[in-house]
Structures are given as C-alpha cells and as structure tokens.
C-alpha cells in the first residue's frame, strides 16, 4: 500500500451478475481523486476482465467469492483482485485451451494498465494486482 492511500475492500460471491457491483465501486472511489472519464472506462474494462478470470476459472462450478481491494492515492490507482481457487497454474497445465481465452484478458489488462501482477496464492489461490498512474495526462 502506498502512503496516504486510501483503500475499500469488496467481497462478492463468484457469480457474474455481481460484476457491475465492482465497476459502481470503481466508479464512487474515483471521485475521491477525479480520474478522467477514459481512464476510467479503461479500469472498468480492466476490472471486469480481471473479475470475469477469476469467476470463470477459479471454481469450477462451485460456490466460492472474489476480493476485489480498490487502493487510491494521490498518483496511482491501484486494484487487487484475489480469489481462492485453483490458480493461474493448476489452470494452465490442466486446460491450456482457457488460458488462451482468458489470456486475452490478461493482454487486455495489461494494456490498460501501468503496472500487472499475477501471483499464485500460497496454499490455493491467485491475486491479479493492477495500477495505473494518474497523472493528469491520462
């Protein structure tokens, strides 16, 4: 976390109609530091790419939840989105087919974004922790 950064954590259930609960949490926690409106349609997309990943792929039709943690401060915009599923790597080696799906995601976030971070959970999980710089030329 960065100094003087304000952060909000959401916990929803791994169901795609709560996407948009994500994107109106977004869309509240930029007006604490005004973000123009592209950067934000940018990290809308990015965050429903990076939510969709995890409710697709991480478990495999059973119940389970997504933690999408908002962190803004003064230069950066930053959001995690972790879940407790199989992880980036038990899906890869057991169905290469998705990860190219959801590979272009993946491309997708990373474009939109300053920095990206994929990490597989020690124990059972991924976190995908992306950060785009607000300064002004956005």
């Known amino acids: 976390m960065t100094a003087n950064a304000r952060t909000v954590r959401l916990t929803i259930p791994a169901k795609a109609e709560y996407i948009t609960l994500c994107r109106l949490a977004l869309a509240g926690i930029s007006r604490y530091r005004p973000v123009p409106d592209e950067t934000l349609h940018d990290l809308k997309l990015a965050l429903t790419e990076a939510c969709t990943n995890s409710i697709r792929h991480a478990y495999d039709d059973v119940e389970g939840h997504v933690e999408v943690l ?33 590979g272009l995601g993946l491309a997708i976030i990373d ?6 971070v994929i990490e597989q959970l020690e124990g059972k999980g991924s976190r995908l922790r992306f950060v785009k710089r607000l300064d002004g030329d956005s």
């Open 70 to 102: 908002y962190e803004i401060g003064s230069e950066t915009l930053a959001i995690e989105v972790t879940d407790a599923g199989e992880g980036f790597t038990a899906r890869e080696q057991a169905e290469p087919e998705h990860m190219s799906e959801s």
């Open 111 to 116: 474009s939109l974004s300053d920095e990206l």
